[in-house]
């Protein structure tokens, strides 16, 4: 069973807006990361954040952690169509068992 | 330093067929893992290993079998294959808290 759920699951935004992305995640966890897969090709890594952090930024990136919620949200300002790709959370790499969600599909229109 | 370098990227398949996807990392890292991807979801951990000699079973591991003879190399055997396996797969070592995924190996089988 999947370990974190995207919402929504796909988005079309325009060029320059802001586009947020929400995760949530069923059991405790110590880390949970974003990763970002174009069209045809493996995921990249964009962001870590730990189980005591609240927040994190990374250039236009802001992800956010509710741990009592069990959630988190990416948010990628004044997008771009290079930003066009799926975005998935995944909760523990600790021991190779990172768990994904099933993605949002992000679309910016130029 | 290649990173996580899987073969062959694209293969087709009768039912019924073996064959084994190829991994190799350059990095030394201790943590290899193998996911599938199929169409609109996100991926799904068949098996992973902690080091060599060291294999265990990840959520979808029926079909499957890995070894881990070397740090260097964690390859995946698909032992009869079955159309249910049509899939991409991927290739993944972790250091830390980030993972570094392959380029994916496409597989299909008929």
């Known amino acids: 069973s999947q370990q974190g759920e995207e919402d929504p699951q796909a988005l079309s935004i325009q060029e320059g807006e802001n586009a947020t992305m929400n995760c949530s995640y069923k059991?405790?966890?110590?880390?949970l990361q974003w990763y970002r897969q174009n069209s045809g090709r493996g995921l990249v890594h964009l962001i870590l954040?730990?189980?005591?952090?609240r927040e994190k930024h990374s250039g236009r990136l802001r992800v956010t952690l509710d741990t009592s919620k069990k959630s988190s949200s990416l948010l990628i300002t004044a997008s771009r169509a290079a930003d066009t790709a799926s975005y998935f959370c995944?909760?523990?790499?600790?021991?190779?068992?990172?768990?994904f969600g099933q993605g949002t599909t992000l679309q910016v229109k130029p | 330093n290649a990173g996580v370098t899987q073969t062959p990227k694209f293969q087709v398949l009768k039912t019924g067929q073996s064959m084994t996807l190829q991994c190799a990392q350059d990095?030394?890292?201790?943590?290899m893992s193998w996911y599938r991807q199929d169409p609109g979801m996100g991926l799904r951990l068949i098996h992973y290993?902690?080091?060599?000699?060291?294999?265990d079973q990840g959520e979808v591991p029926n079909g499957y079998n890995v070894s881990r003879s070397t740090t260097e190399d964690f390859p995946l055997r698909l032992l009869s294959a079955a159309p249910s396996q049509t899939s991409v797969y991927f290739c993944?070592?972790?250091?830390?808290?980030?993972?570094?995924f392959g380029e994916g190996s496409w597989l299909t089988v008929v």
């Open positions: 995944a909760t523990d790499g600790n021991t190779g068992k990172l768990i």
């Open positions: 059991t405790s966890i110590n880390n």
């Open positions: 954040i730990r189980s005591n952090e």
């Open positions: 990095m030394n890292h201790e943590y």
């Open positions: 290993s902690v080091g060599a000699g060291i294999t």
């Open positions: 993944a070592s972790l250091t830390g808290d980030t993972i570094y």
